[in-house]
């Protein structure tokens, strides 16, 4: 049941922003001469470079509107490159039939350079438009022969980004283990958050650790990884390490992402260690902050309030989870009996106790809850409530400690029908004679 939350992270993504000046120099191609003919063609490369991709496909098509003719190899070449140039450049700006016109490039180029680089734009067009599994196709199958240094090191990164979008986490780790390494490339902080992610997912704590301990002060990253490194020093164990870098946390000059959960990490941990005082605050900035809240942490909240003896807020808090069905709900509901009876509002406690009766969950607090609600049906003259309860709890939990009480209580309700040789029956049953018995016995 949730009655909110956390919604736990999600991840916090990061778009690599592809840089568009790289080289469209095939390997083991010749450029042909300088010449009045083929200045289109030398333009549109250049401007292909430059980013100016609406420039550079019309001046390829320019030059194949105007090119020689004349048919010869070096002339074939130049038209496959201008072909060439005007695709990717289409891919670029999201020109209609982009797609199908690369694909047609893929299959019917005998030029593998022209082949694996447009299978590497067509990579990046997926990337960029959050398609990331038609995306790893083409990066798996663009290779690395026909690509610059710097294009190889998007390819990595955006496919390892891929990987990880797709849950392709063995995939994904090993590439951004690789480019966490490399100092002074530009994914080196992008590459330690991302492995940091991966190894906190795979509660390698320590790995984590040294990942975001790299990038807490990025401006890419400051907002979010402090709360992890937070949170791991408390998994590794090391509360007032969770506690002092929370604190440090809400103090910062900035907002961090995770503001709401940085309070509630603070909590938990001062809670653990039964510091309910000093968890109050936080938990409360929790409870006002957030939209949503998990039954476990709303029965933290209302247990601190019990714990110190605030009465009034620890039932506000314990009605909210008087529908969960399970364990905290019966614990809930038997502690809300509590606070009802320090209030004396008995009327609520009997109704709290009854429910907590009925869940089998927590044994302890349902036989003492049985008990209870017949005691206080009993005193408000519900009798035929309070006769059902003690059957059941004598029927249920046969050794009970409270047997002495319930069989006396019995005998007292059996003798306001006459009922004499039922209630010496269960009278016998009596081992501890207390004042209550010898009452019941004089009737």
Not at 72 to 89: C, G, H, L, M
Not at 274 to 300: G, R, V
Not at 365 to 392: C, P, V
Request: net charge neutral; proline share 2%.
């Amino acid at each position: 049941m949730i009655i909110r939350k956390r919604n736990r992270p999600y991840f916090y993504l990061l778009f690599a922003l592809l840089g568009p000046a790289f080289s469209i120099t095939a390997h083991g191609q010749v450029l042909s001469p300088d010449q009045p003919n083929n200045r289109a063609l030398l333009l549109a490369e250049e401007q292909y470079k430059q980013g100016h991709y609406t420039l550079s496909k019309q001046s390829a098509a320019a030059y194949l509107a105007n090119r020689d003719e004349k048919v010869s190899t070096e002339k074939t070449a130049d038209a496959d490159r201008a072909n060439f140039i005007i695709v990717i450049s289409n891919l670029k700006t999201n020109t209609p039939d982009c797609l199908y016109n690369a694909d047609r490039l893929i299959a019917t180029t005998q030029n593998v350079a022209y082949k694996q680089r447009t299978m590497f734009a067509l990579a990046q067009y997926f990337f960029l438009h959050n398609q990331l599994t038609q995306a790893i196709y083409y990066y798996e199958n663009a290779g690395l022969d026909n690509l610059t240094n710097s294009e190889i090191a998007d390819l990595k990164f955006e496919l390892a980004y891929c990987y990880f979008n797709n849950k392709q986490f063995d995939k994904s780790t090993l590439l951004f283990a690789a480019i966490k390494e490399i100092k002074d490339g530009k994914y080196y902080m992008a590459g330690n958050y991302y492995y940091g992610l991966l190894a906190y997912n795979n509660n390698k704590y320590a790995e984590a650790l040294q990942s975001f301990e790299k990038v807490r002060d990025d401006k890419e990253y400051k907002s979010i990884v402090p709360y992890y490194i937070a949170e791991i020093y408390y998994f590794m164990g090391n509360k007032a390490k969770a506690i002092e870098e929370g604190k440090a946390i809400i103090k910062a000059r900035d907002k961090s992402y995770y503001d709401n959960e940085v309070h509630l990490l603070i909590a938990q941990c001062m809670f653990e260690d039964q510091q309910y005082s000093d968890a109050k605050p936080y938990f409360e900035y929790y409870y006002e902050h957030t939209n949503q809240i998990k039954k476990e942490d709303l029965y933290k909240i209302a247990y601190c309030y019990y714990r110190l003896n605030e009465w009034q807020n620890a039932e506000d808090k314990f009605k909210l989870l008087s529908n969960a069905n399970d364990s905290m709900g019966q614990s809930s509901m038997y502690l809300l009996g509590d606070c009802y009876m320090k209030t004396g509002d008995r009327q609520s406690a009997r109704n709290a106790f009854g429910i907590c009766a009925d869940m089998p969950y927590n044994p302890g607090q349902q036989e003492a809850s049985m008990i209870l609600y017949a005691r206080i049906s009993y005193e408000a003259g519900y009798n035929d409530e309070a006769l059902r309860q003690l059957y059941t709890l004598l029927k249920t939990f046969p050794s009970s400690q409270y047997k002495d009480e319930a069989n006396t209580l019995l005998s007292s309700l059996l003798i306001k029908t006459n009922n004499f040789e039922e209630a010496l029956k269960y009278l016998d049953k009596v081992n501890n004679k207390e004042k209550n018995y010898w009452m019941v016995f004089q009737k």
